[in-house]
């Protein structure tokens, strides 16, 4: 692989290392025929992020040498966000940026050729890794509203820099509604201060829900997206849909597209109090979610989504084509879980429990099968070559 | 129990909030006492606090446009409400571009000061910004300690020199020593002094002025060159001197030898008193 980005985009690609380093703490680069993607999840497992650079983006692009595979491999995201860190000298000093992987060093390139002929070269290792992918589908949430970004980034302004989750829903009167979220307070002596911000639908360029639906998902994943759409000034749209699916927030423009996938609470998780506020509560139908899933062994979950997806043959194909029809897990072969590409969860992380399991959750939600494949977030076991 | 009141001018809001970050400066939790005429952020003296205290009063008509509060009888209509100051500075700092603000007294699973924001914005949508403050209601047996504190007979009083000044000088001596002598004159001279072991540091300041004194007795036997000095807690006064973001419209300083120091500022129309003990 070999691409060169120059003037104004090799800060927009900084930015959107700034973006995805909000998320995880491993960048995935995939170059493919659509474009160069970069890729990360968190350590829980409950956001994925991904931004596609189109060939355009780029002076030069060649996803691969002509006759070899293109090279997949994932690299430290703190060592790639070294070379974009302080994005104000990006722009100022930066001309070109050359990134080409050297798949006999193991060794991702990054060269910055700068002002008065300095040139400075950044030689990361890397892994090789198949496909971080995350099959997802907008077009399958029953909600979606869009709005330019800089009135979700006003939205998001009266809430405070710490708060962790928010609660994103349709009042009455079609008005949007932003909540802070607490956690349960059971315990706590001293209460936190409730804030919410209400916007009319007329700021919104697409408003597709019906009033009482909210979701809720954690705002600090979200604002890395935010502020990388306000400096584009892009529209950003989200979709979504029930609470506990995931939900979706995207941007577009000519030259990249970007997506974050962030697991929402679930019914069980949501305080009714809570909820009643925003509207009358959600129907009915909405389905009840195993309490269990706490305790379940997420370990076999993930080994059914990762059979699930190499049915699919997807190696290949870009994470974000939709692949049609539901896939009910099959049974899997012997499957050595220990996938040595795919670091296990570290001990001292100790993920939001409600969201991991959530989102897998979603994914098998016995009570009634989704019209379409749920949102899975797999990587490709390496052990079904 | 009933609160609400409505600002709708854009400078008494801004003050408002002034009055507000101020008070957030100078107090993690504070009391907010509400009558009628006045609303008071009130610190009362604890250990907790270093036996600092602090009276701030504002006459509730040269905010708010409408003001209705019911206390917690006819013979006793007052409210006192114990809050987290930052929360109310956060809420009001939203309200930078206001069109109206409304605050009341609301129960929301526990009691709450809500702040309701009607936002200017570019279009014609309205955008409505509302805080939920969680207070503690202050029952009435503990009123008594939340009175207005007697202004002490003071050996000296003397007007300040620029707060901003005095925040820089005592700010360089905090990392020198824990506690710092104040001490002034009837002369208009004041002085700020550490000593450690190794090292004194004074800064005088002079022609500072004397108001007027109450007393005259007092004054006249007292020798103008004789100081009255208090020994308080550095990270007190600091304290202090840092919520004074504005300088104040008057700023007095009134010194009980050896027993306690206490400032009387006047921001416009708002009053702060704020009282610190002799280090003991």
Not at chain 1, 307 to 317: L, M
Not at chain 2, 233 to 240: A, G, V
Request: hydrophobic content about 40%.
């Amino acid at each position: 692989m070999k691409c060169l980005v120059a003037g104004g985009n090799v800060k927009v690609l900084g930015k959107a290392v700034h973006s995805l380093s909000r998320i995880g703490d491993e960048l995935y680069l995939e170059p493919l025929e659509d474009g160069l993607s970069l890729r990360t999840v968190n350590s829980s497992r409950s956001a994925y992020a991904c931004f596609l650079f189109a060939p355009l983006f780029f002076q030069q692009y060649q996803a691969a040498t002509p006759g070899q595979e293109a090279l997949r491999c994932k690299i430290l995201m703190k060592s790639f966000l070294a070379v974009f860190r302080s994005l104000a000298t990006v722009e100022k000093t930066v001309e070109r940026c050359c990134i080409s992987l050297n798949g006999r060093n193991s060794r991702l390139v990054v060269q910055l050729h700068c002002r008065y002929g300095v040139r400075k070269t950044h030689n990361l290792s890397f892994q090789e890794c198949e496909s971080l992918q995350a099959v997802f589908d907008p077009a399958l949430c029953s909600h979606v509203l869009r709005a330019p970004a800089r009135v979700l980034g006003e939205a998001v302004q009266p809430f405070p820099p710490t708060l962790a989750e928010v609660t994103l829903g349709i009042g009455s009167g079609r008005r949007v509604i932003l909540r802070s979220y607490q956690e349960d307070e059971a315990d706590r002596t001293v209460k936190a201060m409730v804030t919410e911000m209400s916007i009319g639908e007329e700021d919104f360029q697409q408003l597709q829900a019906r009033e009482g639906v909210a979701i809720t998902f954690c705002l600090k994943e979200f604002r890395g997206l935010l502020t990388f759409a306000e400096s584009a000034n892009l529209s950003l749209s989200i979709h979504f849909d029930v609470p506990g699916r995931p939900a979706i927030f995207a941007i577009k423009d000519s030259l990249l597209d970007g997506h974050f996938v962030l697991a929402t609470m679930s019914e069980s998780d949501l305080r009714s109090p809570e909820r009643h506020r925003l509207a009358p509560p959600l129907q009915a139908d909405s389905t009840p979610h195993l309490d269990d899933f706490a305790n379940d062994d997420i370990d076999s979950y993930m080994i059914a989504m990762e059979t699930t997806a190499d049915i699919e043959g997807s190696r290949a194909v870009p994470s974000m084509s939709f692949s049609p029809g539901h896939q009910p897990p099959s049974s899997p072969g012997p499957y050595s879980e220990d996938n040595d590409t795919e670091p296990s969860i570290e001990p001292g992380t100790p993920p939001p429990k409600k969201f991991r399991s959530l989102f897998f959750g979603s994914v098998l939600a016995p009570a009634r099968s989704p019209p379409g494949p749920s949102p899975v977030l797999a990587e490709d076991s390496e052990g079904e070559g | 129990m009933k609160f609400r009141a409505k600002i709708v001018d854009t400078a008494c809001l801004n003050h408002f909030t002034r009055v507000s970050n101020m008070i957030a400066k100078l107090a993690k939790t504070c009391t907010l006492r509400i009558s009628p005429d006045k609303l008071n952020f009130i610190l009362s003296d604890k250990v907790a606090n270093g036996g600092v205290s602090m009276w701030c009063e504002l006459e509730q008509e040269n905010f708010f446009s409408e003001f209705q509060m019911e206390g917690v009888s006819a013979e006793n209509n007052e409210i006192y409400l114990e809050l987290t100051s930052e929360n109310l500075s956060r809420a009001l700092k939203t309200a930078q571009n206001a069109r109206a603000l409304k605050i009341k007294l609301t129960n929301k699973h526990f009691p709450c000061l809500t702040v309701s924001i009607e936002l200017l914005s570019v279009s014609n949508s309205s955008r409505i910004v509302t805080h939920d403050i969680p207070v503690r209601v202050i029952p009435r047996k503990l009123w008594k300690d939340l009175r207005e504190p007697t202004v002490p007979d003071a050996d000296v009083s003397i007007y300040l020199p620029v707060l901003k000044t005095m925040k820089s000088i005592v700010e360089k001596m905090k990392n020198i020593s824990n506690h710092l002598i104040i001490e002034a004159n009837l002369n208009g001279e004041l002085n700020l002094k550490i000593e450690t072991e190794l090292v004194c540091v004074t800064t005088h300041f002079k022609d500072l002025g004397n108001p007027p004194s109450a007393s005259e007795d007092a004054s006249q036997d007292r020798n103008p060159e004789q100081m009255a000095e208090v020994r308080i807690d550095i990270r007190r006064l600091l304290q202090f001197l840092a919520g004074q973001q504005v300088n104040p419209t008057k700023a007095v300083c009134n010194i009980v030898s050896n027993k306690i120091v206490h400032f009387d500022l006047l921001h416009e129309d708002v009053s702060l008193q704020y009282f610190i003990p002799a280090f003991s």
